[in-house]
């Protein structure tokens, strides 16, 4: 199942902020870059140090003008006794999105739905609300912050220059290419 391009359909979901309670909608990404990093569980193993890892990252995300949302399908209660309970999510101060209905784990393509748990799903969502760039693991793979830093900043420019590309490992500053028959073969 090909999600680039796919439009974030419209939801509700309430989240953990800090350490109040809000809700979450479609309508709230709009405008702005979003990434929605699905994880297995709370009080698990990998899933901590993938959210010390986003929030250690967490400043630069915000610099390049984009929002982190953390989903899983536990309880926003329960994701509050995780914060209060754990050294390193304790850190968090990105939104952490209950999803225990599975409207999103679904929307996504990420519910293992005889576990009542996401993969380990990343997905870049556009200001226009689709999704640009995405990956998914198995559950017992972690994934690199600031891997997924350079994917929005690297969709960013894209969206922002639509007549050049950035090939492999291209860095904020780095060259871009401009694609054209003259680069064909030459690469």
């Not at 902020?17 to 709370?42: M, N, Q, R």
């Not at 990998?46 to 990252?57: G, S, W």
């Not at 760039?133 to 830093?149: D, M, T, V």
Request: with cysteine; proline share 5%.
């Amino acid at each position: 199942m090909n999600l680039i391009g796919f439009k974030v359909e419209d939801f509700k979901s309430p989240v953990l902020v800090g350490s109040h309670f809000e809700e979450l909608t479609a309508k709230d990404l709009e405008g702005k870059w979003s990434v929605f990093f699905f994880y297995p569980g709370d009080f698990t193993f990998v899933c901590p140090t993938e959210l010390e890892d986003l929030q250690n990252n967490y400043k630069n995300f915000k610099a390049a003008g984009c929002e982190v949302y953390a989903v899983s399908t536990d309880s926003e209660f329960v994701h509050k006794a995780w914060k209060d309970h754990s050294d390193r999510v304790s850190k968090v101060e990105y939104p952490m999105v209950s999803d225990r209905n599975f409207e999103l784990s679904k929307m996504f393509g990420v519910l293992i739905p005889e576990e009542g748990q996401a993969l380990r799903g990343s997905f870049v969502i556009s200001p226009e609300g689709e999704i640009v760039a995405y990956e998914i693991h198995s559950p017992g793979i972690g994934r690199s912050a600031k891997e997924l830093l350079r994917k929005v900043k690297a969709a960013q420019f894209v969206h922002d220059h639509g007549d050049q590309v950035c090939p492999a490992n291209w860095e904020e500053g780095d060259e871009t290419l401009s694609p054209g028959i003259d680069l064909v073969g030459k690469l």
